[in-house]
């Protein structure tokens, strides 16, 4: 976590961004895990970007994607 300087922590273990190109792709998917699931979906959400969350609870894998991830990929 850029803002702190430490490693991320909380129950997000993955987010996979569809973008135009691998960098942008990659750079959104990155800043998104810093934020963490919720500020990190309500950005993708206001910015309409097809971000897919993978979160851990309970001992599973829980997925919430983003309404144009979820257009894209019913």
């Given at each position: 976590?850029?803002?702190?300087?430490?490693p991320v922590a909380g129950d997000l273990a993955?987010?996979?961004?569809?973008?135009p190109s691998a960098a942008t792709?990659?750079?959104r998917a990155t800043a998104l895990f810093v934020l963490g699931a919720t500020?990190?979906?309500q950005l993708a959400t206001r910015e309409r970007w097809?971000?897919?969350?993978?979160?851990?609870?309970?001992?599973?894998i829980v997925r919430r994607p983003t309404p144009?991830?979820?257009?894209r990929f019913p």
């Open positions: 976590d850029p803002r702190t300087g430490r993955a987010v996979s961004v569809i973008a792709s990659s750079a500020e990190g979906l097809a971000a897919l969350f993978l979160l851990r609870q309970d001992g599973t144009e991830f979820a257009r």
